[in-house]
């Protein structure tokens, strides 16, 4: 890489770093923050969800945006709006000026990632550069997610939860200085209409989605505003695609999403995010209900995991390079798969600690594999005009992923628990949940992988 690259990378990768922090940060701060604004114990909830659901279903919408108006000037804009809302969230004396903050961090969020995300491949041109770009994009947001936990522990004990939000002002306003100079802009020379139908289409239809998931986590599956949410999500997303083979700029083109690098590399990568964030939620419950630990002894055990993302994502573009997209999609399911097969043998004793240590490590390293390999194959074989569309999929894969995976996992838990309360139902609930959790993501590397058989690029000779 030139200087100006790594400039360029160390930028982007700073600014996705943080916003993946901000999916974390605040869950271990939770009860100290409803006790400090007054939140119900059913309203806490509300303070990830109301960010979950701007985050993701506003993500395609900002990634056409920034082909229109410039993918700069958007990742610009968005660090700007983040770093306002972390100020209006640490200054917060209720629960809807909290809320208010979150919502728009999310729609920050929604903007910032696949702008970033775009500016990045298009930085750096298909091939081994943009792999080890990739590489160490999906190392450093899968590290936020830990870190976040971590440092929003010792942000809580040490100052006060109102930190979790100021630590982002300095590094926002450090970007928003310097990136109109460092960062080069790249746009279509012409400029489309917005594709406003099939705008209000998808993000209605990934709200309700997200919604809907996020209900039937608290309240089951069969609930009335469960059920209503997932229909009505499903009917708007129906009409998406419908409004997309009519439109004459459609915001994802019908080709686009009928490409098998898309369709798969997407859906190996939403099985990553789903599967890899619910199995934090399980060991949480482990470490926390069964094994009695603290929240902040808790996020410090997630450090581990951390690591193992950090090793995945630095060996990720080496793997895609060597061994080609799907053969590393493949491997890094299998292992992940594996290791987290492994945690179903966890028990009541302290000792499982260095199991899960292990295995959390281990599974890490492979998450990561299968998350560059789904990066550079929903990235790869689309100009540059369409990196927009390509990376807002990619990270609207990623956001629904992440807001997939619990409900899910918890339904399982609670099915197997029932009424039954203490620390071995915990453990066989998060037990059978592990076993799910490892099925999914083998199943989901091994379809991906038969389905991108010839479709992906080839490694390189020697």
Do not use: C
């Amino acid at each position: 890489m030139s200087g100006h690259q790594k400039l360029v990378l160390a930028l982007l990768l700073g600014s996705q770093f943080m916003i993946a922090v901000d999916f974390s940060i605040l869950n271990v701060a939770l009860p100290v923050v409803g006790e400090g604004l007054g939140f119900s114990l059913a309203g806490l909830q509300w303070i990830a969800t109301s960010f979950a659901l701007a985050a993701a279903g506003f993500t395609l919408l900002f990634g056409r945006v920034a082909d229109l108006v410039g993918r700069k000037n958007l990742f610009v804009g968005g660090m700007a709006v983040l770093g306002l809302s972390s100020v209006l969230g640490g200054l917060a004396t209720s629960p809807e000026v909290l809320l208010t903050a979150r919502v728009l961090q999310g729609l920050a969020t929604a903007a910032v990632t696949p702008a970033g995300l775009a500016l990045l491949t298009t930085a750096f041109k298909e091939g081994p550069l943009r792999e080890r770009a990739l590489g160490l994009n999906g190392a450093l947001m899968s590290a936020g997610f830990t870190a976040g936990a971590i440092l929003g522990g010792l942000l809580t004990d040490l100052l006060s939860w109102r930190w979790a939000f100021f630590i982002n002002v300095p590094v926002a306003a450090l970007v928003v200085i310097l990136a109109p100079s460092v960062i080069t802009d790249s746009r279509p020379e012409k400029r489309q209409k917005l594709d406003v139908p099939g705008a209000v289409a998808v993000t209605g239809g990934l709200l309700l989605l997200v919604l809907g998931l996020t209900r039937a986590g608290e309240t089951g599956w069969t609930g009335p505003a469960t059920l209503a949410a997932l229909a009505a999500g499903a009917v708007l997303l129906v009409a998406f695609v419908r409004i997309e083979q009519r439109a004459t700029a459609p915001l994802v083109p019908i080709r686009v999403l009928k490409q098998r690098s898309v369709v798969w590399g997407n859906t190996a990568g939403l099985i990553a995010f789903a599967t890899e964030t619910s199995l934090v939620f399980l060991l949480t419950l482990y470490l926390q209900e069964v094994l009695g630990h603290s929240a902040l002894a808790t996020g410090l055990a997630f450090g581990v995991l951390g690591a193992g993302t950090v090793v995945g994502g630095v060996l990720g573009g080496r793997a895609v390079g060597r061994f080609g997209n799907r053969r590393a999609i493949v491997l890094g399911g299998t292992v992940q798969a594996a290791a987290t097969l492994s945690l179903v043998a966890l028990g009541t004793s302290g000792a499982w600690i260095w199991l899960l240590l292990a295995a959390t490590f281990v599974g890490g390293v492979g998450n990561m594999l299968m998350i560059v390999g789904f990066m550079v194959t929903a990235t790869s074989g689309l100009p540059d005009e369409e990196q927009g569309r390509a990376t807002g999929l990619a990270t609207m894969t990623q956001q629904v992923g992440i807001a997939l995976g619990i409900p899910v996992m918890s339904t399982v838990v609670t099915a197997r628990t029932g009424a039954a309360h203490g620390p071995e139902a915990v453990l066989s609930g998060v037990s059978t949940a592990i076993l799910v959790n490892s099925a999914l993501v083998l199943a989901g590397a091994v379809l991906a992988g038969h389905f991108l058989a010839g479709g992906t690029r080839r490694p390189k000779d020697g």
